[in-house]
């Protein structure tokens, strides 16, 4: 089983970047397809980007594109976000989520507990 930690979320006025992290543990996630997610208050959580397990396809949903990027090293088990240019909208809890390559982002999917970003005006 694999285990996702995010890590680097925090406040940033709007206009800055962040980067937040996915560290897994229990196992490899060279395997997975990896992707992050977000849920603001009182919204439902909705996709961001997802990346494949070798790292040669990459997506960011098209509302985030130019502004978000996602990378995954392999050999470090991590997975990372970096958002440029942020605004008060990117305010949200961003997960981590990992699935088979076979899978979909509606089953057997693995999660984070989740790391806060707050974007302020």
């Known amino acids: 089983q694999v285990q996702l930690v995010e890590s680097g979320g925090g406040m940033v006025q709007a206009g800055g970047s962040l980067s937040v992290s996915c560290a897994a543990s229990?196992?490899?996630?060279?395997?997975?397809?990896m992707g992050w997610f977000r849920q603001a208050p009182g919204k439902e959580r909705e996709f961001v980007a997802d990346?494949?397990?070798?790292?040669?396809?990459?997506y960011v949903t098209n509302s985030l594109q130019g502004r978000f990027t996602i990378s995954r090293d392999n050999a470090k088990n991590t997975v990372y976000l970096q958002m440029n240019s942020l605004k008060p909208d990117d305010t949200a809890v961003y997960y981590c989520?990992?699935?088979?390559?076979?899978?979909?982002?509606?089953?057997?999917?693995?999660w984070g507990q989740g790391t806060q970003v707050t974007v302020s005006s």
């Open positions: 989520a990992a699935r088979p390559e076979d899978s979909s982002w509606y089953r057997n999917v693995l």
């Open positions: 229990g196992r490899t996630i060279s395997r997975y397809v």
């Open positions: 990346i494949s397990w070798r790292g040669g396809r990459t």
